[in-house]
């Protein structure tokens, strides 16, 4: 029975494999894909570290998360990256595919949260949502007499006169993207009006995951900068975009409250607002030894200066961990760098 590659631990894991001696460099450059909500931290860490240190600054490309896991999954060769920052946790069937081409020595580390917001231009007004309205905003079909029909709503008004009556149009990212993915299991399939509870989440999956394709939705891509450029040109529209995007651009945006939670600081940290996600570091760690400045990188991505209370994850908009959380985190990397340095 092969070994999984990642346990269920509450903030980080790591795992082991034997580790030689000493290995020639064989890269010069750290190498990130992933999460382009992550990226302008992940930017001004790698900027940082490139200043700072006398390794080289690591080499970044937003891929999304789902694309990420993919390239990172791929090969356990040192033409394949070394590290992907993901903006959810690993899923079973990415796992399989890690383990599937020998890619099981990696590390997982929980960095911090974020939240997905429906957000709008400053110029046009909030209006509260629910899922179950998101839902039926943007599902592929719904039930109408029993049926299943191609979804009808065009405005907002159509799903319930107390919500405004102008056309439902929303931006969001493309399917390689970890903030797609985690809207479809936090809206999408939460929010599902034609299914029991009791449903299995195959059929959930079925059902309710597909997202219109009629114009309605419109892909604006990976970067969340884009789709605020979209919202300001195009204020009667709503983007699902990272939290960290909105408090960027609080002079410009405001996010919808929803289930009656506003997105905030605190609201994502103490977890009542109902669209709020962790995020992840995930590192190779047969690669340790092998590329110059992974393990250092790592460190100070991990530091408090970086994932602090008022480190640069906090002022990039995203929501720190809370210090017992950070503390065992940080633990659980000095045991790695313990265990994977050369004696």
Known sequence: MPPRLLALAAFATLLFAPFPAAFAAERETVRIVGSSTMYPFLAEVAETFGRGTPFRGPVIEATGTVGGFKIFCSDVGLNSPDIIAASRRITPIEEEHCLSNSVADVAEFKVGYDG??????????????????????????????????ANPYRQWSDISPSLPGMPIRIYGPPLTSGTRDVFVHLVMNAGCADLPVSASDAKVREVCGHIREDGVFIDAGEDDEMIVKRLLDDPQALGIVGYGALKRHAHRLRGLPVEGVAPSDEALEDGNYPLSRPLYLYVKTAHVGRIPGLLPFVEAFLSDGMIGDEGRLFRSGLIPMRADERAFVQSSFRALKARMTPK
């Open 116 to 149: 997905i917001v429906l957000a709008r231009s400053l110029a046009a007004p909030a209006f509260p949502v629910t899922r179950a309205t998101l839902w039926r905003a943007l599902a592929r079909t719904v039930k109408a007499k029993g049926k299943s029909v």
